[in-house]
């Protein structure tokens, strides 16, 4: 289930796209919004085709790297039930913890993204209806302090308490995931990430910046 929370006194619209800080931009919204963390129902669109008839609303969404994505998606997903006992979720899709990297990643191509969970699915289908993007702005994981600022001071919103610099494995380039691709690993995830490539403007070892379409408006 895709959050997508809604302020309707500040006319605002996030979609969140899972692994990319969707955490602590939940935080940040549900605080503006005075709503308790797990609430956030009751301050909900139902789905992005509703998003997409919001006028009047700033809509916005964050983005990342899929490789990187894909990669803290396994860490996270199919390492932590084995090195830190968190709960597995992705036995439906016959993957198993602590399974390789490469298995992980062929088995991932092979679920389109109606059948995806969340954490994999391709970004452009959450924030996309009828192939068209729904979102007004689309920041970067890769640059979120800085493409955060201009939401928080158009809204009102509190700093994020975590980015990515903060992490010492993201500090070169966001480079930590690369060792473990191949280049036919690279090509099998730019095969099932196309639409992201194409949208986003991501490839392998390079991050785009915010292009004008990115660009927030001035606050109504």
Same mark, same amino acid.
């Given at each position: &289930?895709?959050?997508?929370?809604?302020? +309707?006194?500040?006319?605002?619209?996030?979609?969140?796209?899972?692994?990319?800080?969707?955490?602590?931009?939940?935080?940040?919204?549900?605080?503006?919004?005075?709503?308790?963390? !797990?609430?956030?129902?009751?301050?909900?669109? @139902?789905?992005?085709?509703?998003?997409?008839? &919001?006028?009047?609303?700033?809509?916005?969404?964050?983005?990342?790297? /899929? %490789?990187?994505?894909?990669?803290?998606?396994?860490?996270?997903?199919?390492?932590? /039930?084995?090195?830190?006992?968190?709960?597995?979720?992705?036995?439906?899709?016959?993957?198993? /913890?602590?399974?390789?990297?490469?298995?992980?990643?062929?088995?991932?191509?092979?679920?389109?993204?109606?059948? @995806?969970?969340?954490?994999?699915?391709?970004?452009?289908?959450?924030?996309?209806?009828?192939?068209?993007?729904?979102?007004?702005?689309?920041?970067?994981?890769?640059?979120? $302090?800085? !493409? %955060?600022?201009?939401?928080?001071?158009?809204?009102?919103?509190?700093?994020?308490? %975590?980015?990515?610099?903060?992490?010492? #494995?993201?500090?070169?380039?966001?480079?930590?995931?690369?060792? +473990?691709?191949? $280049?036919?690993?690279?090509?099998?995830?730019?095969? #099932?990430?196309? !639409?992201?490539?194409? +949208?986003?403007?991501?490839?392998?070892?390079?991050?785009?910046?915010?292009?004008? #379409?990115?660009?927030?408006? /001035?606050?109504?």
């Amino acid at each position: &289930m895709t959050r997508i929370l809604v302020s +309707h006194e500040s006319r605002f619209v996030w979609i969140a796209v899972a692994k990319v800080a969707s955490m602590v931009i939940h935080r940040a919204i549900t605080d503006k919004l005075g709503i308790e963390f !797990d609430d956030w129902p009751r301050c909900s669109a @139902a789905s992005t085709a509703e998003v997409a008839g &919001m006028d009047g609303y700033f809509r916005f969404a964050f983005v990342r790297d /899929p %490789w990187a994505r894909l990669f803290s998606c396994y860490q996270d997903k199919i390492l932590g /039930p084995v090195l830190h006992g968190r709960d597995f979720i992705f036995g439906d899709f016959g993957f198993t /913890p602590g399974m390789a990297f490469p298995d992980f990643v062929h088995g991932v191509a092979e679920i389109p993204d109606e059948q @995806a969970d969340g954490h994999f699915v391709g970004q452009f289908h959450t924030l996309g209806y009828q192939r068209r993007l729904v979102v007004d702005y689309v920041g970067r994981f890769e640059n979120l $302090p800085a !493409d %955060w600022e201009p939401i928080r001071l158009r809204f009102g919103l509190a700093p994020l308490p %975590w980015t990515p610099i903060d992490s010492a #494995r993201r500090r070169s380039d966001f480079e930590f995931h690369k060792p +473990h691709y191949t $280049p036919d690993l690279v090509e099998v995830v730019a095969r #099932r990430y196309a !639409d992201d490539l194409r +949208h986003f403007g991501y490839r392998f070892g390079s991050v785009p910046q915010l292009g004008p #379409r990115d660009e927030p408006g /001035p606050s109504s």
